[in-house]
Every structure is written in structure tokens, then in C-alpha cells.
């Protein structure tokens, strides 16, 4: 009887036109944002360039910043990340001034120099920061700064936390190393594969959510369905986890195609993998989102029979990305979307795991919470005991 409910459930959502836009949205998501694998190679001695790695050294926070703020400044362009897309922010003159006394006042520039500068009447310069100023002092400018900036400036709070500089041959070896030993290089990919998925699956899912417990209402089967057998807690269950097979399946495909290029590279430079490292990092980091945009569709389309769950998650989906601009690598707290945005930084991953693992958790205990409370409203409409906050609306209306 289970598995019979189970199958017909899969098949209604196989069958639906939202399950296929599903579908095309994570496909095209997946080629045009990872579609091309990128290795990643052993240093060699004697390059110039090792990339960058993350201090947290406050007096290089200080210079690194205030070195990037005297360019933006003298081009007049300030570059910003708003909800994770490039804007350039140009001041006005008042503003402009502001940010040049922001420069006199932490650095060892005078205004003269500064000016000779700014008209090209002088040679690059690299800037010290200003004997004796204090983090504290610095940060607040920095907050000033964000203020006239707005969202997604290079200078806000989580931005202040860290900086990169260039790296060494022996940091980029030390990096490369980890890679193959720490993560078996294909635990290092299987993050980057949930990363990107992560933001589409935060709220892709609600659309099967409310189209199918709409669906019955707009069939009129409400009534047929309240009758049948079959207790509550089943039909809820099953329907709801009929909709995180549907979801769940072709991530896993994506992500087996993402682990065979990743063993395929692993293989070639003589390195263990695991195979199935995308399956364990998708069932502990992408499930629970899955988890969590599914009961909020269910649960607030079965509360108001509409489509407000839609609504609902896009403004939380929104948040959520607009939360993790300031740093995508490493980025968790409580966030519905942990970012870890690149390949390798094992080290990173290490200090956030504890808190993505509780984040995970909770988000799991939300979702778990919502079907029960799904379950309790679904019960008593099927006894006649409860109205739907949007039949009594449309009720009104007629």
C-alpha cells in the first residue's frame, strides 16, 4: 500500500510541467557554472605568481584596505556586491571628500601627495597605515565608509575579519598537498558541487510543494481525497517524500558527473579518491535545504491554500543570498545557504564544519517541525475542523 501511494506520488510529479522547468533550471545552472572542470596543479619553483592566501594579521587588513580604497578613490568608482552582482557605486562630492579625509586621517599621506596623485602628477605609491591607529579606530571609519557605499562593500564587518595576500611557493605546495591528502581531492570538488546547488535548491523546490497540493484543490479532489482510507500522517509523508526523491535524484546525477571528472583528475596525478564524496556532502549540506524549501511549501499552501509559500521562501532565499556576498568561502552561521565557493582551502573548511554541521541540524529540525504541523492541519481539515486562511478570503469575496 506504501510503496503503491509512494509510486503513484512520484508519478504525479514527474508528470507536471513544474517538474520539468525543475529540472531545465538545475541542468542549465549546473553546465553554465561548472560545466567547464578546472584542475588544479602542482606549484612550481621560481613562478611569481602563487596565488593568495587569507591572513587575519590586523595591520594587513589595515594596509591591504586602505591600499584599495586610495585607488578606488582616485578613480572615483567604488566597487560593490549587492545580492551578489557587481555594481559600481560612484559618490558625490561631499562624499568624495569624506572618503579622502578617511585617507589623511589613517595613513601616512599628506594632502599634497595625495592630490599630486589623484592628477597623475606623481608615481604610484604604496601607502602606510598611520602610526598608532588602533583596529577599533580603523573599523569604524570602515562602517562610515559601508554607510555611503550601501550593501555589499569591500569594507564591511565580515569583509575586516580576514584579507589576502600573495602567497609563497611553499604555502601553494602546502595548499596543493592538502588537496590530495586532507580532501582526496574529490571531497574539495563535492563543496564546490554544493555550493552551487545550494542557492538553486533554497528555493526551486517550494515550486513542487505548491503546485501539488494545490493541484487536488484546482481538480476539485479535496473532497475524494479527505475521504479515502488512508491516514493523514501517510498521505502527508508520502507525498512529502515522493517530492525529496524527485528533487534529490537528479542532483545526485549532476553530482556523479562531477565526481567522475574529479576521479578522472585524481587518477592522473596518481591521488586517492571517494567516490562517493558528492552523495555523503549532498546528503548532510544540500538535503536539509531540500528539506527546508519543501516544508515551507507544503506547509503554508496547506495552511492558506495558496500560493504564499512561494512568496515566503523567494524573500528568505533573497536574504540568504544578500547574507553570504561579504564572503563565499567559508561562510555558515545561520545562514539557509552555506557558500564555500572554490576548490581546496581544507584548512577553512575545518574551522567551519562544527557550525555548518549544527546549521544543517537545525535546518533538518525546522523542516521536520512544519511537516508535523502539516500533518495537524491537513487532519482537521479532513474532519471538517478547520478553514484554510484562503477559503475564508475567497469565501468573503464570493
Not at 19 to 43: C, H
Not at 114 to 131: P, S, T
Not at 244 to 249: E, G, K, R
Amino acid at each position: 500500500m506504501f510503496l503503491a501511494l509512494l509510486k503513484k506520488e512520484c508519478s504525479c510529479y514527474l508528470r507536471s510541467v513544474t517538474y520539468f522547468i525543475y529540472l531545465a533550471a538545475i541542468i542549465l545552472f549546473y553546465v553554465s557554472q561548472m560545466g567547464d572542470f578546472e584542475t588544479v596543479e602542482k606549484p612550481v619553483p621560481g613562478y611569481e605568481d602563487y596565488g593568495f592566501v587569507r591572513t587575519t594579521d590586523k595591520e594587513l587588513i589595515m594596509q591591504n584596505k586602505l591600499q584599495r580604497l586610495l585607488q578606488e578613490y582616485v578613480t572615483e568608482e567604488y566597487t560593490t556586491y549587492p545580492v551578489g552582482f557587481y555594481k559600481a557605486v560612484r559618490l558625490n562630492d561631499k562624499e568624495q571628500n569624506e572618503v579622502k579625509e578617511i585617507l589623511l586621517h589613517m595613513t601616512n599621506l599628506g594632502e599634497k601627495e595625495l592630490e599630486a596623485y589623484c592628477n597623475g602628477e606623481a608615481d604610484e605609491i604604496k601607502l602606510e597605515v598611520k602610526k598608532g591607529l588602533s583596529f577599533e579606530e580603523f573599523s569604524s571609519e570602515m562602517e562610515k565608509l559601508c554607510g555611503m557605499l550601501g550593501a555589499g562593500s569591500q569594507y564591511s564587518k565580515e569583509k575586516l575579519e580576514y584579507t589576502e595576500i600573495p602567497g609563497t611557493y611553499e604555502q601553494a605546495l602546502a595548499e596543493y598537498e592538502s588537496l590530495i591528502k586532507d580532501d582526496k581531492v574529490t571531497n574539495a570538488y563535492a563543496r564546490l558541487f554544493c555550493d552551487y546547488m545550494g542557492i538553486l535548491l533554497a528555493v526551486l523546490p517550494v515550486f513542487l510543494a505548491v503546485t501539488r497540493s494545490l493541484r487536488d484543490r484546482k481538480a476539485c479532489a479535496q473532497q475524494v481525497i479527505y475521504m479515502a482510507k488512508t491516514g493523514s500522517k501517510t498521505l502527508v509523508f508520502v507525498r512529502f517524500l515522493a517530492a525529496v526523491i524527485v528533487t534529490v535524484v537528479p542532483v545526485l546525477l549532476l553530482g556523479g558527473m562531477q565526481m567522475l571528472q574529479a576521479v578522472y583528475f585524481a587518477k592522473s596525478i596518481h591521488a586517492q579518491y571517494d567516490l562517493f564524496a558528492c552523495v555523503k556532502y549532498t546528503g548532510f549540506w544540500l538535503l536539509p535545504t531540500i528539506l527546508i524549501s519543501l516544508s515551507v511549501g507544503f506547509f503554508l499552501t496547506e495552511l492558506t491554500d495558496s500560493a504564499i509559500a512561494v512568496f515566503v521562501q523567494g524573500i528568505w532565499w533573497f536574504t540568504s543570498i544578500f547574507l553570504s556576498t561579504d564572503n563565499l568561502v567559508g561562510s555558515v552561521g545561520w545562514n539557509l545557504i552555506p557558500r564555500f565557493n572554490t576548490v581546496g582551502e581544507f584548512s577553512v573548511y575545518g574551522q567551519m564544519k562544527e557550525q555548518l554541521f549544527k546549521n544543517r541540524l537545525v535546518y533538518t529540525g525546522i523542516a521536520i517541525l512544519l511537516m508535523i504541523l502539516t500533518v495537524l492541519v491537513y487532519d482537521r481539515k479532513r474532519k471538517g475542523e478547520f478553514v484554510s486562511a484562503g477559503t475564508k478570503l475567497r469565501n468573503r469575496k464570493s
